[in-house]
């Protein structure tokens, strides 16, 4: 995985993209550039490729993981899926044909390899246990069940809970029943340790970040942070804002309007913007 933070004048900033952290370095430290005898501030190319950016003059640190290892590639392979799923919104079908030719290319490309090594006399053997390993990678993620058992292993995901809430009298067809209604939320607690075992979150909390020159440019800078009894008084307690919001699950314009309104509340940590 890769984190870049910035060290200077113990900013807190931290992000997973290097085009972001020169951006960051340009807006926020132009000063301390100059100093150190910089007089103009390279141009950055928020779309540029992030591989190009390795021989930039500013230094960071880099965690990357070397596994080989089956479970590594599994794990790589399963978050790359999660992100289809989660950040391009990739219906659960697609992510399977997305797998079968995935798969299919990979054996293909492998077969080609181990072809091509034969025919010049190497001995290819040695590759047999990383293909079968490369293969089989495909193999533990081909469903959703399988995709969402190991995501609640692996990944730690905080799956959602039903909960029963009551119910009503309701008359259809000349037929008089009781309906049960079910909600649905998703732990708060398990959630929230989750959420503060990401490196980049937990830096947010454990670092104040409020504006020492009198600009507002986060939460904590507003009035309400500042004057209240804890939040006040304790930068790194935790921010924690609820929202609700009322949604239509149907069409806004057809006949079925404010028959499924469906009432929603979210929870937001407010020590970052960015986070």
């Not at 910089?38 to 965690?63: G, H, K, L, M, T």
């Not at 809430?165 to 649905?184: A, E, I, M, T, Y």
Request: net charge negative; aromatic share 10%.
């Amino acid at each position: 995985m890769f984190i870049v933070h910035c060290c200077i004048n113990e900013c807190s900033f931290s992000t997973k993209k290097w085009s972001t952290y020169r951006s960051h370095i340009n807006r926020k430290h132009k000063d301390i550039l100059y100093q150190n005898g910089n007089n103009e501030v390279a141009p950055v190319d928020d779309e540029a490729d992030d591989d190009n950016d390795i021989n930039d003059d500013v230094s960071c640190e880099v965690n990357v993981t070397n596994d080989t290892s089956n479970e590594s590639s599994v794990r790589f392979l399963a978050a790359h899926l999660l992100s289809l799923e989660a950040k391009y919104d990739l219906p659960q079908q697609a992510v399977n044909d997305f797998l079968i030719t995935t798969k299919a290319i990979t054996n293909s490309n492998t077969d080609k390899m181990t072809k091509a090594l034969n025919e010049y006399n190497f001995d290819s053997t040695a590759l047999s246990p990383v293909i079968n390993q490369l293969s089989q990678s495909f193999d533990y993620l081909d469903t959703y069940y399988k995709r969402q058992k190991f995501y609640s292993k692996e990944f730690n995901l905080v799956e959602p809970l039903e909960k029963y809430l009551g119910s009503r009298r309701v008359s259809k067809k000349g037929k008089s029943f009781n309906k049960k209604s079910f909600g649905c939320y998703v732990p708060f607690e398990k959630s929230l340790q989750e959420f503060l075992k990401i490196p980049e979150v937990w830096n947010y909390v454990q670092n104040s970040h409020q504006s020492n020159d009198g600009y507002m440019r986060d939460f904590c800078d507003g009035q309400h942070i500042k004057l209240h009894p804890v939040l006040g008084q304790n930068p790194s307690a935790l921010q924690i804002v609820i929202y609700t919001d009322d949604i239509e699950v149907v069409n806004p314009i057809g006949t079925h309007v404010k028959k499924h309104k469906i009432t929603v509340l979210l929870q937001s940590t407010e020590h970052s913007t960015r986070v």
